[in-house]
């Protein structure tokens, strides 16, 4: 069974950055696709970023484009999603995902961490 782990969230204020990590482990044979999801308060989970881990190929919701940037570190088995100019609409739970096919926003990946908590308030 794959495990994801984040790290990273917080209270940040608006204008300011966040870095969030995911450590994998376990049978990551499974996993071709990384990737980030949130849930904000009384809204469906959606999709933010995506990463291939042997590949440059990356993919990102049009609200966060220009303001966050996922990466990897195969060694450590780990990715990033580095957040600047964050927005209070930025705030949700932060989700790590992964899955074994290609890259895509649909929320329907193989595996979920349990989540960081990410605030945007003055």
């Known amino acids: 069974q794959v495990q994801l782990v984040e790290s990273g969230g917080g209270l940040v204020q608006p204008g300011g950055s966040l870095s969030l990590s995911c450590a994998a482990s376990?049978?990551?044979?499974?996993?071709?696709?990384m990737g980030w999801f949130r849930q904000a308060p009384g809204k469906e989970r959606e999709f933010v970023a995506a990463i291939r881990w042997s590949a440059r190929n990356t993919l990102y919701a049009d609200s966060v484009k220009g303001r966050f940037t996922i990466s990897r570190d195969n060694p450590k088995n780990t990715i990033y999603l580095q957040m600047n100019s964050l927005k209070p609409e930025d705030t949700a739970v932060y989700y790590c995902?992964?899955?074994?096919?290609?890259?895509?926003?649909?929320?329907?990946?193989?595996?979920y961490g349990q989540g960081t908590q990410v605030t945007v308030s003055s």
């Open positions: 376990g049978p990551l044979i499974n996993t071709n696709v």
């Open positions: 995902a992964a899955r074994q096919l290609q890259l895509t926003q649909d929320d329907d990946y193989d595996y």
